[in-house]
């Protein structure tokens, strides 16, 4: 079993940055491929950025390429994600998920993953 908790969270100006932080306890992550998804308001979720065990291989939705970057320390068990040149569209809960395999790189739909987060609030404004 896998618990995993997202920090980082928050309100921010648009073209403003944040970094999301997730974290796994009862089994370390270094050999688990990881995602993260949002889902903004009164809609459903969404894949945003997925990495593999190594950090090797990272696939982006298209709508964060070039603004997101997903990155991994397996020694600290964490994964981070740094969102720049935020927009009002962001505006979303972002979960973090976590696949019990190595793999996660065009793996984008929820089921595809088995362990999640709570979810952190980012909102965005104009």
């Known amino acids: 079993q896998v618990q995993v908790v997202e920090s980082g969270g928050g309100l921010v100006q648009a073209g403003g940055s944040l970094r999301l932080s997730c974290e796994a306890s009862?089994?370390?992550?270094?050999?688990?491929?990881v995602g993260w998804f949002r889902q903004p308001p009164g809609k459903e979720r969404e894949f945003v950025a997925s990495?593999?065990?190594?950090?090797?291989?990272?696939d982006y939705a298209d709508s964060v390429k070039g603004r997101f970057t997903l990155s991994r320390d397996n020694a600290k068990n964490t994964v981070a994600l740094q969102m720049s040149s935020l927009k009002p569209e962001d505006t979303a809960v972002y979960y973090c998920?976590?696949?019990?395999?190595?793999?996660?790189?065009?793996?984008?739909?929820?089921?595809?993953?088995?362990?999640w987060g709570q979810g952190t609030q980012v909102t965005v404004s104009s």
């Open positions: 990495i593999n065990w190594s950090g090797g291989n990272r």
């Open positions: 009862g089994r370390t992550l270094s050999t688990y491929g």
């Open positions: 998920a976590v696949r019990p395999s190595p793999f996660a790189y065009g793996y984008r739909r929820s089921t595809d993953y088995t362990y």
